[in-house]
């Protein structure tokens, strides 16, 4: 999916990271609101579980194509805990596996 939104269609790919932006700016919003109304805090860190566990399932995409090491549980505490992180390191493999992707293309 995002291979092929990095490729093909460049000029796209904000629409992507829509889900993203979303699940945090609802988290930093419920948070904000549980000041004036209790326990909406609650509903905050369910957008933020949302967040990691789709976080989670890009980094198992890009574990299976590049065919490194690791489980699930694994990337899941690590998109938990750490995940600016995470992030940085599955955007770090992505551009590897793009580079590797154009390269095979130029030698066609």
């Known amino acids: 999916m ?3 939104c990095r490729v093909y269609h ?3 790919v904000w629409v992507y990271s829509l889900p ?3 699940c945090i700016a609802f988290f ?5 609101m549980d000041i004036h109304y209790d326990g909406v805090a609650t509903i905050g860190w369910v957008f933020f579980v949302t967040y990691v566990l789709i976080i989670t399932i890009v980094r198992k995409k890009i574990r299976s194509i590049l065919s490194l090491n690791g ?3 694994e990337d899941f505490m690590s998109c938990l805990l750490l995940y600016p992180n995470a ?3 599955a955007g770090c493999s992505f551009f ?3 580079t590797f992707y154009l ?6």
């Open 71 to 73: 489980n699930i549980l």
């Open 10 to 12: 460049h000029h796209t």
């Open 20 to 22: 993203y932006f979303g």
């Open 2 to 4: 995002f291979l092929d």
């Open 103 to 108: 390269n095979f293309l130029t030698l066609w």
């Open 28 to 32: 930093a919003a419920f948070q904000l």
């Open 96 to 98: 590897t596996l793009l």
């Open 87 to 89: 992030i940085t390191q």
